[in-house]
């Protein structure tokens, strides 16, 4: 396979499994639904700091671990599913509170990023995914395979931002309108609550196959 058509194929699968409807991408929208473009970014780039982490598990070999050790998988999974339904449950309290024009807590950019880097770590589906997916782009010839990991993990997550954040401005044009509303306040965030809660459910329930 010449360069050329290698890079097309890797980046043409790149946008496809970044385009798909995967929890971080729902995540990050869920956040900019709630809180605004700021928000937003910051969910993306948490999510996409976390993925950074198990592109370095994958090029070191840890996230074979957890692909063969059911006990660690289990973990993850486990303390993952608690995390998104504390933030599912979180949202449902708040009855309409994040959407408030009012001064009201809410949720600073700082702590979304760091939600965003939680959610990416505790989902060993993640962190397989990397293992699975980046092998098949290694090219021997090239040279250090952890290094070829590293680099083609990194453009994945470059790609994932890239998309992450454009669609984080598509969606905060809408925020914007229903932070005025009290009443759509209200429903967006039990949509909101309800996406983390099913969220934290699937990943509850997914097996490592």
């Known amino acids: 396979m010449s360069d050329a058509a290698y890079w097309w194929v890797f980046f043409s699968a790149a946008l496809a499994l970044n385009l798909a409807p995967g929890p971080d991408l729902l995540f990050v929208l869920s956040r900019t639904l709630s809180g605004g473009r700021r928000i937003g970014v910051a969910s993306a780039c948490g999510v996409c700091s976390g993925a950074l982490v198990h592109v370095a598990a994958a090029a070191l070999g840890l996230s074979a671990i957890l692909a063969t050790s059911a006990l660690a998988f289990a973990v993850v999974k486990y303390v993952g599913a608690a995390y998104l339904l504390y933030l599912g449950i979180q949202a449902l309290?708040?009855?309409?509170?994040?959407?408030?024009?009012?001064?009201?807590?809410?949720?600073?950019?700082?702590?979304?990023?760091?939600?965003?880097?939680?959610?990416?770590?505790?989902?060993?589906?993640?962190?397989?995914f990397f293992m699975a997916f980046l092998p098949q782009f290694v090219r021997p010839e090239q040279g250090a395979?952890?290094?070829?990991?590293?680099?083609?993990?990194?453009?994945?997550?470059?790609?994932?931002?890239?998309?992450?954040c454009a669609l984080v401005l598509l969606a905060a044009r809408a925020s914007s309108a229903l932070r005025a509303n009290r009443r759509l306040g209200l429903w967006l965030d039990r949509v909101l609550g309800s996406v983390l809660i099913g969220l934290g459910v699937r990943l509850g329930l997914s097996e490592r196959a």
């Open 145 to 164: 395979v952890a290094v070829q990991l590293l680099v083609l993990g990194g453009l994945v997550v470059l790609v994932a931002i890239v998309i992450e």
């Open 93 to 128: 309290r708040s009855a309409g509170g994040q959407f408030n024009l009012r001064p009201a807590p809410r949720t600073s950019a700082l702590q979304a990023y760091r939600q965003g880097i939680l959610v990416d770590i505790l989902n060993p589906k993640a962190a397989i």
